[in-house]
């Protein structure tokens, strides 16, 4: 069971972190990511992070803005979003993927398993 929070109203330029917590206890055995689906479209990929969190990708929109990690012991990751701008406005979804080490997804069809959203409002 994944969980997706921390979202809320925010203006443009200011900061938000994300949490993805999950139930299972081995959440160290999958490779993590985000995506986020604004009204009327289609669920973007936004960054992903390998098992041990040594490797991550981001998509080009928010690549040097957002950051993603991890802390296994605590079945958690993070995003956090800084700079937002008012098109980061989206609800935002964390999936999960059972995999090997050192590998991380980009597609929305390469993950198993997903969370419940969080919504992300960017004022402007």
């Known amino acids: 069971q994944l969980q997706a929070s921390g979202g809320g109203l925010v203006q443009a330029g200011g900061s938000l972190r994300l949490s993805c917590a999950a139930s299972n206890p081995t959440l160290s055995n999958y490779a993590i990511g985000w995506f986020r689906q604004a009204p009327g479209k289609e669920r973007d990929f936004v960054s992903g992070?390998?098992?041990?969190?040594?490797?991550?990708t981001y998509a080009h929109s928010v690549k040097g803005r957002f950051t993603i990690s991890r802390d296994n012991a605590a079945n958690s990751v993070y995003l956090q979003m800084n700079y937002l701008r008012p098109e980061d406005t989206a609800v935002y979804y964390c999936?999960?993927?059972?995999?090997?080490?050192?590998?991380?997804?980009?597609?929305?069809?390469?993950?198993?398993?997903w969370g419940q959203g969080t919504l992300v409002t960017v004022s402007s």
């Open positions: 999936a999960a993927r059972e995999t090997v080490t050192g590998v991380y997804y980009d597609t929305l069809h390469d993950y198993h398993y």
């Open positions: 992070i390998s098992r041990a969190g040594r490797r991550s």
